[in-house]
């Protein structure tokens, strides 16, 4: 069972009409004039559809009669891309997926392939991925809060928010040597493993994320705009929820605890001690404390493993699927030949197909591979949170008001890299 | 390209009596109707008729032994060179018994339609939208069947095999008319 901290406060029920009818019905104290909703096309280049999206509304007044939302601006053809390359070329596409956790992207594939080649990384490599994918997640809230702050005006909580990240890629930057576009999980492995400081300097930067986030929390929790803009809107029942398939954030904030770290421990998630937060009213208010207390829980989760994180090897001991080091290449005829084969053709994993997932920033991020025994993918399809839950975006403002959807659209977090594929 | 191979998706361990509670149901219950069940490095693979589509997705929804109330995913894999040629495939969760199963369909390319599954999950609206886009197949029944990530204007189907990748499209000028989805007989 998991740990819930329900952040329950009182929501007043706030009547939504079900506003389907159009034209609308004049009521008593209007004019008898003819009257046509208006249209209003928010995107795909509005300021606060940060990730490029284009919503269109239907308003009377300022209430939304109905909604549509347009996708696929930022659609590039990851699954083509993939299809086209070797194996284990896919990884730094997966980092384009969601751009603001990069890293759960790319442990999320190497996971599915190392499912499907029958293999499993060692110790360290497992700890190394569960710091790595927490710092991305972290990354990912703090982009989120500090974006949802911005967009309903509060700069400064915003630059908080971004320093606070700043840390984090720095975090990226001593585990890989980027910040954004990591590429740094291999299949089997890791590109390379984490310096003598790197426990030191985790502790500093998490130290120092955690007290902007003290300072976040403080200027926005006691703010009466945000909390009134936050509060009672962007709701939806938590069936509503799964039957449209929403996960992540978004789901737990409506009291269902489904956490994919939780549910199908992958990794050494099971061995390590965090809570799974939850909601209990599903507005926007919940969806963001929901993200505060996983910041935190994360922040637990790489504190233990900096501390309990064995040596050893980063790299499964298998020239058939990982390459064996440059040192040995330059000495040795075997390790250069399978060094040019794994290059030049790829690892082949056996025929079959395979659906892994992992719990990314937003949601359910799965995997699903389709081998034919040779060194190219015959499908390598993302199952990407963000697509499915940006489909919730309209049943969640229709009927709202058209200030409510910048709040909403802020914390369904649409990643447009993930959502657009 | 790669080149599909004939049996690429012949289960790698099929298996006469599944371990899954899940697959042994529906093999009982939809005898002749699910054509066959995997179960390859623990995932859960039903293969099922088109026709039955429906009446099992509602079975694995609402049967308490089930309780499949999430759809994933829907996606479609192109075999190129092998009969039939697509595959239509579910991914499907249940929250409380937190287990999964895929749910595969099995389509010849000259009758690419398969019933819309949006009146079981209502999830499945973009996600067959999708698939429609890329792959051509067709879910009869679906409420609003139009691309989603491609422009309208767009031929072809990008994701299938024999669509080459380095093929270019122009986009649309700035004098095409559109189609507004809000307004259909509304243009700009």
Known sequence: ?421 | MSDPTNDATEPADALVQPASPVLRDLLSRFAGRVLAVSEHRGDATAIVDRAALLEVGRHLRDDAACAFDMLLDVTAVDYLGRRPRFEVVYHLLSIDRNDRVRIKVPLEEEDLVIPSVVPIWAGADWLERETFDLYGVRFDGHPNLKRIYLYEEFEGHPLRKDYPKEKRQPLIGPGAVRRDPMNDDLTR
């Open chain 1, 1 to 421: 069972m998991s740990d819930t901290h329900g952040h329950g406060h009182h929501v007043e029920e706030e009547e939504k009409p079900v506003a389907k009818a159009r034209p609308i019905e004049p009521t008593e104290d209007s004019l008898d004039l003819p009257f046509e909703p208006m249209e209003l096309k928010m995107g795909p280049s509005h300021p606060a559809t940060h990730g490029t999206v284009r919503i269109l509304l239907k308003l009377d007044g300022e209430r939304i009669v109905h909604s549509e939302v347009e996708v696929g601006y930022l659609h590039r053809g990851f699954e083509k891309e993939c299809e086209s390359g070797l194996w284990y070329q896919a990884f730094p596409y997966t980092d384009r997926l969601n751009y603001v956790s990069p890293i759960i992207n790319n442990v999320g594939y190497a996971l599915a392939c190392e499912k499907l080649f029958g293999i499993e990384a060692p110790e360290r490599a497992q700890w190394l991925r569960v710091i790595a994918s927490e710092v991305s997640r972290m990354s990912d809230h703090y982009t989120c809060l500090g974006a949802c702050s911005l967009e309903l005006g509060a700069f400064t909580a915003f630059l908080y928010a971004v320093e606070a990240r700043e840390q984090l890629w720095d975090l990226h930057d001593a585990l890989c040597g980027a910040r954004v576009t990591t590429n740094y999980v291999r299949i089997g492995g890791l590109s390379m493993d984490v310096g003598r400081d790197f426990r030191e300097l985790a502790k500093e930067r998490l130290a120092a994320a955690g007290k902007l986030q003290q300072d976040l929390e403080d200027l926005l929790l006691s703010n009466p705009i945000f909390l009134d803009r936050m509060e009672g809107t962007g709701v939806l029942p938590k069936e509503k929820l799964i039957e449209l398939g929403v996960t992540g954030p978004v789901l737990r904030a409506a009291g269902v605890p489904y956490d994919v770290r939780r549910a199908q421990p992958y990794l050494v998630y099971d061995r390590i001690d965090y809570d799974v937060p939850i909601g209990e009213a599903g507005d926007n208010l919940d969806r963001f404390l929901v993200r505060i207390e996983e910041l935190k829980q994360s922040r637990r989760m790489i504190e233990q493993c900096v501390e309990r994180m064995p040596e050893g090897p980063v790299d499964v001991d298998d020239p058939h699927v990982r390459l064996a080091g440059k040192g040995r290449v330059f000495e040795r005829m075997e390790e250069l030949i399978a060094q040019f084969k794994i290059v030049t053709e790829g690892p082949k994993p056996p025929v079959g197909e395979v659906y892994q997932a992992v719990e990314g920033g937003n949601g359910e991020l799965g995997f699903y591979l389709v081998s034919d025994g040779t060194g190219r993918p015959v499908k390598c399809r993302p199952r990407s949170p963000s697509f499915s839950n940006t489909q919730a975006l309209s049943p969640m403002i229709d009927g709202a008001m058209l200030a409510d959807v910048i709040p909403t659209f802020d914390m369904i977090n649409m990643i447009g890299g993930e959502c657009d594929r």
